[in-house]
């Protein structure tokens, strides 16, 4: 019988400890590495505009789930060497050396930290494969989904590893460094006790998480708003303010207990509460993991709705079912053989425009933002479309009035005005061939979405007799052929819609194979300063490129093609957000289940000595089930309420409007929570099983 | 065997400093079997930790077999440990992962004795103190009195100078307290072990040969027993009644 005989039997012997720390180490590794796996694929990196937000996006949710999964694993490993602690301190009362102990004990960690570690990655790539895999079978195959493998996320995947270890190695130090042999032969026994909390906790966490949603999400949009100012970058450090109030919150909940006005209640939970206020700082940081997790899942989650509902609503308010424009001097089709294919697809058209529009040199204030944050007015020149106001009347139906110097703005229905961009931003309008320019004035807005989709900044209307004069003159190069129209059920009429497409692309020449942002003004510039112009160049005009409605400038709108294609083109998007969601909600379901376990494991010789006072398998059972529903109930509705209110901010906030679209996006994240709370509920029962097993009842 | 001289010690909580040992000193001879006693707070189980180095002393010299162990370095004090103290706590601090017979082994796999003669030595202690049908069995499958009995195996197994004990028959019944009592004789009278024993229990107390009664933090006086048990157990208890202290009664 020697040493490494005896400390492997100890090991058998304690195989659930092993397993409990394998466990979170594995799952932890898993889910970091497999997002991360997910993330780097050049798939996704192709997707995700430099820059923009959503890979901002990405980035914060990559951190929180590994911050979250670190503290996960943490927490399993500070249990480990908490049951680990009565073997050392026997050992090193029986005169073991410490050094050859913390040998052993790293030598151990070593083998089983690095199996789990490995494993952990190691699955992490047929897993992540699996997922997108299925997420083609069931939901969208394009081929633009193709999944890429992508090495930089084995590189995070290790970073992670890196880190994860030298957290294991640290609390391990910390351990052996507690020289204190009787320190350590208590530490098994040793409880936590927390000061009194105070009663206006739970109101000053909740105060503090208002504040600090506010402090967050609101203050720096007013400040650009009112003071053409944005916060700088610490700002983003109010977000403490709310971490601050859901830790009070969670606290108060774990920790406080009252009569109060219910002493029936009080009474009934007090063992539970009790028992929790026992363990109050380690419940809470975990419950506080927790929530962050479920605010990355139904964040998550919710980005996924807004990119979907972002591309198939933008359309459902367009007066007109189809719209088509191209350069006039292109040989698209016109009216006659767009009625022969909607008859060759039974298609019934309700009503046909069309219209001319004039490509005019203006110049413009827009909004710009320089490095400190200032937002500035800036001048542009570029093209924009116009048209008269006799023929916005025709097409719109409602009477426009304008006098020669006057012009009005063409907005998309119930849209408000951008930030970036003033509806009354029109300075001057070139005339086509020459260096004079009229200043008209602005006379408000009218509305026809199908128009404002077209031309960037706006479309503008003009008197008939401006237009006229702006007429004289131009070249078929200054012109673009407009057509609407209307059909009857319009969600039935896609393959109608497909065939339009393909004719359109088919019959489209170098004259209008353009980037959606291309600008010929802009470009002329760019080159007359020797600058590059980054829309210039030919897209991929085939019919079944992915991205052709959002790339190519003059694709055809309808609005059953953009529901129907909607997905596909935010397919990676919606794959990701579902993607980040299934891996926070597994993590958050993880760590629940291991807490509700722990308290059962902690607790059994006190549900032991409660049977002994007489209490039955009911009461112990009513113990066990009151304190997992804190454990599983605060954290996910903490973490949906701050999702919520973070949701709700910054839809409106976007803006300073909510519409119609955002209302439905809110009322889909209700829904959303509610799956949450029916997968976490899911797992508490499974806790509760085991718990009450493991409590022998 | 074993000299503490003019120990003190205290503790502080905030600015405040409270003595808890004030110029202890004691002396224990071979083969003696001593006990301290005294009420709650008279820093009983202080000065037994004091002894057993587990924390740190501010004044006067532990000696043990002509050896200051005070101020010993960490890998000299594993030594004394292993080789020169034994030790029973009150919650036997057995490992539950390991049988009776592999916690016994303990001390000895620790200072890497040959297995054979280990073994051997294993199962002559078991045999002595009738623990030898438990050998194969884990602590979880036996009594407290057959735990702390395993325990005071355990602490003989590398024949120390010294069994340190710190309220061993706490956790026990009256007949476990007995056995284990036993054992501590047997060990003394088989093996001439030297016992320092912390207990509250006069009934514990009466079999030792001499009591050391501390009261708040300074020894208080000695009474050494001369005639029988049951006539040293009663002046046991009228000492601590006239300290005011609590002593439990199991006679």
């Known amino acids: 019988m020697t040493m490494h005989k005896i400390t492997e039997k100890l090991r058998r012997k304690n195989k659930d400890q092993y397993r409990l720390l394998g466990i979170c180490i594995f799952l932890s590794m898993l889910l970091v590495s497999s997002f991360a796996m997910m993330f780097f694929s050049p798939s996704i990196q192709e997707a995700l505009p430099p820059g923009g937000d959503t890979r901002k996006l990405m980035w914060l949710m990559l951190v929180a789930v590994a911050v979250g999964c670190l503290l996960f694993t943490l927490y399993g490993s500070s249990l480990f060497f908490r049951q680990k602690s009565r073997e050392f301190g026997v050992m090193l009362a029986l005169g073991a050396e410490k050094k050859e102990l913390s040998r052993q004990l790293f030598s151990e960690l070593r083998a089983s930290v690095g199996i789990y570690i490995l494993s952990g990655l190691a699955a992490a790539l047929p897993v992540s494969y699996l997922i997108w895999l299925l997420f083609r079978m069931l939901v969208i195959d394009t081929q633009q989904m193709q999944y890429r493998f992508g090495i930089a996320g084995v590189f995070a995947g290790l970073l992670f590893a890196v880190a994860l270890s030298l957290c294991i190695l640290f609390l391990g130090i910390r351990f052996i460094r507690r020289a204190d042999i009787m320190e350590i032969l208590n530490a098994g026994r040793k409880t936590e006790m927390i000061r009194e909390i105070s009663p206006w906790s739970k109101k000053l966490g909740i105060l503090l998480i208002v504040s600090g949603l506010f402090l967050a999400m609101a203050v720096p949009q007013l400040t650009v708003r009112l003071f053409r100012q944005g916060m700088p970058a610490v700002w983003n450090l109010t977000w403490l303010v709310c971490a601050a109030g859901l830790y009070l919150v969670i606290l108060s909940a774990v920790g406080q207990s009252r009569k109060g006005k219910h002493p029936e209640t009080y009474y009934s939970n007090i063992i539970s509460t009790n028992l929790m206020r026992f363990a109050a700082r380690q419940t809470t940081r975990n419950m506080c993991v927790i929530s962050l997790l479920v605010f990355v899942i139904v964040l998550s989650a919710f980005w996924g709705v807004m990119y979907y509902y972002s591309v198939t609503e933008g359309g459902s308010d367009m007066p007109y079912d189809y719209s088509l424009h191209y350069p006039a001097g292109e040989a698209q ?73 006057e012009y009005r703005t063409v907005a998309a229905e119930g849209s408000p005005e951008s930030f970036w961009t003033d509806y009354d931003c029109l300075n001057a309008i070139r005339f ?5 320019e009229m200043k008209p004035r602005f006379m408000g807005t009218v509305e026809c979405g199908n128009l404002n989709l077209v031309s960037d900044p706006f479309a503008f209307v003009l008197a008939d007799e401006d237009y006229r004069r702006f007429a004289e003159g131009i070249s078929e190069e200054g012109k673009e052929k407009h057509i609407l129209f209307n059909v009857k059920h319009v969600m039935e009429t896609y393959d109608f819609a497909d065939a339009l497409k393909q004719e359109m692309t088919a019959r489209a020449t170098a004259t209008s194979n353009h980037y959606t942002l291309y600008d010929a003004r802009e470009e002329e510039l760019a080159l007359a300063e020797g600058r590059d112009y980054s829309y210039a160049g030919e897209i991929d005009l085939s019919p079944d490129n992915p991205r052709l409605i959002q790339e190519w400038k003059y694709a055809p709108f309808s609005k059953v093609l953009l529901q129907a294609e909607a997905m596909e083109m935010v397919a990676v998007f919606v794959l990701l957000s579902i993607y980040v969601s299934a891996i926070s909600l597994t993590a958050a379901g993880m760590m629940s289940y291991v807490r509700s376990i722990t308290i059962a494991m902690d607790n059994r010789q006190l549900f032991e000595d409660l049977k002994k006072l007489g209490a039955d398998r009911a009461y112990v059972k009513q113990v066990i089930r009151v ?10 509705a903490a973490g949906c309420a701050i999702s919520g209110g973070f949701s709700l901010l910054l839809t409106y906030f976007n803006d300073m409007s909510l519409q119609v679209f955002e209302v439905k996006m809110l009322m889909a994240e209700i829904l959303l929570m509610a799956a949450i709370v029916g997968v976490m509920y899911g797992v508490y029962r499974g806790a509760y099983r085991t718990a009450g097993r493991i409590a022998g009842i | 065997m074993l000299q503490v001289r003019h120990l003190s010690k205290s503790y502080t909580s905030g600015s405040l400093v409270y003595p808890v040992l004030k110029d202890v000193s004691l002396r224990v001879e071979k083969g003696e079997f001593v006990a301290v006693m005294g009420p709650s707070g008279s820093g009983k189980t202080t000065l037994l930790n004091c002894i057993s180095c587990f924390i740190p002393h501010e004044q006067g010299s532990i000696v043990l077999a002509d050896q200051d162990i005070s101020d010993l370095n960490e890998t000299e004090l594993a030594r004394v440990r292993n080789r020169q103290m034994g030790f029973v706590f009150q919650d036997f601090m057995l490992l539950d992962g390991l049988s009776v017979f592999e916690n016994i082994c303990l001390p000895q796999i620790i200072a890497r004795r040959p297995v054979v003669q280990m073994e051997e030595k294993a199962r002559n202690i078991c045999r002595l103190f009738g623990i030898e049908k438990i050998m194969e069995k884990y602590p979880v499958e036996i009594s407290g009195g057959e735990k702390q009995r395993t325990a005071v195996a355990r602490a003989l197994m590398n024949q120390p100078y010294v069994i340190l004990a710190d309220e061993p028959t706490g956790n026990l019944d009256s007949k476990s307290c007995k056995a284990v009592i036993d054992a501590f004789l047997q060990a003394k009278q088989e093996l001439g072990a030297t016992i320092f024993m912390v207990t509250h229990d006069s009934f514990a107390a009466s079999f030792c040969d001499r009591v050391v009664v501390l009261k708040d933090g300074q020894v208080y006086g000695e009474l050494t027993r001369s005639g029988g048990r049951r006539a040293f157990m009663d002046e046991l208890l009228n000492t601590i009644r006239t300290l005011g202290g609590d002593s439990d009664d199991n006679a």
Do not use: C
């Open chain 1, 627 to 636: 304190q997992l529903r804190r454990i599983f109930a605060y954290p996910v």
């Open chain 1, 432 to 436: 086509s061939g020459s260096e004079e």
């Open chain 1, 333 to 405: 089709m016109g009216e006659e053989e767009i009625r022969e294919l909607a008859e060759e697809y039974g298609v019934e058209m309700t009503s046909f425009e069309e219209l001319d529009s004039l490509e005019l040199v203006i110049r413009y204030t827009g909004r710009d933002m320089d490095e400190q944050r200032r937002y500035f007015d800036v001048e542009y020149e570029k093209l924009a479309s116009f048209v008269s106001a006799s023929d916005f009347a025709r097409i719109s139906g409602s009477q426009v009035t304008l006098g020669s110097g």
